[in-house]
C-alpha cells in the first residue's frame, strides 16, 4: 500500500501506459487523446463550417467514455491514492523556476503561478491559458496526434510520420521552454 | 460491460498519469531542460515494451476482441503537416505543461482553470479544422 501512495517510477508507469494502449487496441480502438477535441466540436455542431467535422461521432463515444474515466481516474489518485509528497525534482530545475519567479515548485502537480484562479483572472493569465490550449488543439490535430497517437503509438508502430511529430513536439517545446517561458515569465 | 471497460481503462490511464507524475507541469520543464531522466524513462519504457509488442501481435497474428487481427492503421504520409503541427502542439504542451490527456486528468484532479485550457484546445482544433484545405500539409 505505501509504494501505491508514493510516486510511481518511470520503470512502472512507462510499462503501464504500453498496458493502456494495448488494452485500447485489443478493444478493436485506437490509443489517441487528441481526436477527442474533434469529437466535441463535431457534437458542438462545427460540421456547419467545415467538412472535417462532419462524421459519424457517436463511433468515437467510446473515446469520450475514456475521458470521463480519465477525469475520474485523476480525481481517484489525488484523493485516495497520494501521501502528499513534493516531486522530486531536479534541484538546478527547481532554481532555475525560481529565477523565472516560480517558488515551491514541486508542491502540488502544476504551478499556482499559471493556474491559481488569482493569476487566471488577470490579462496576461488568461491570454497565457487560451494560447497555450490553442496550440495544444490547433497543433495536435494539424500533426494528427498528440502523445499518446504519435509518441506511443506510432512510435510503437515504427511509423516515420510519428518521429516526424515527436521531433516537432521538441522543437516547439525546446524554443517555449528555452527562449519563450523567459520572455513571458521574467520579473 | 461495452461501456464499462472503456471507463475502467480510462481511469487506469487517470490514475498512471496521476501517480506517474506526467501530468506534472513542473516534469515537463524538467523534461525539456533535459534535467531529469524520468520522463524519458516513462516514454522510452512505454515505447520499447509496445515496440515488442505490436511486432509480437503481427508475428502472431493476434485477434482483437472483435476476432479481427490486429492491426495499426498508418499515418498518412506527409512531412509539413507533422514537423509544422508538432512544433505548434510542443509550443503548447510546454506552456500549459499537459497534452490533452492530462488537460483532462488535471480537470479531475481539482485544477478547475483546466477547463478554459481545454475550451481554447477545443476552439484551436476546430480553427484547424477551418483552416485545413489552405494549409500545407
Sequence with gaps: MEYLLKPWPWYVSGPLFTLVMLLLIYFGKTFGMSTTLRTLCSIGGAGKYSDFFRFDWKAYRWNLIVVLGAIIGGYIAVTFLSDGSTIALNAQTVSDLSELGFYNAGEGLLPTEIYAWDNVLTLKGMAILIIAGFLVGFGTRYAGGCTSGHAITGLSNLQWPSLIAVIGFFIGGLIMTHFLLPLIFSP | ?137
Design chain 2, 1 to 137: 460491460m461495452k461501456i464499462l471497460k472503456f471507463l475502467l481503462v480510462g481511469i487506469f490511464f487517470g490514475i498512471v498519469l496521476v501517480k506517474s507524475e506526467a501530468v506534472s507541469w513542473y516534469r515537463i520543464y524538467e523534461m525539456f531542460k533535459f534535467q531529469s531522466f524520468h520522463m524519458y524513462g516513462i516514454i522510452g519504457s512505454a515505447v520499447l515494451l509496445g515496440v515488442l509488442f505490436i511486432w509480437l501481435f503481427k508475428v502472431f497474428g493476434v485477434k482483437n476482441i472483435e476476432g479481427n487481427r490486429i492491426s495499426l492503421v498508418p499515418k498518412d504520409s506527409g512531412f509539413v503537416r507533422y514537423i509544422v503541427g508538432g512544433t505548434v502542439f510542443g509550443l503548447g504542451w510546454a506552456l500549459a505543461g499537459a497534452c490533452p490527456g492530462p488537460l483532462y486528468v488535471l480537470l479531475g484532479t481539482g485544477v478547475i482553470s483546466m477547463l478554459i485550457v481545454i475550451a481554447a484546445a477545443v476552439f484551436g482544433t476546430f480553427v484547424y479544422g477551418v483552416l485545413k484545405s489552405k494549409l500545407p500539409h
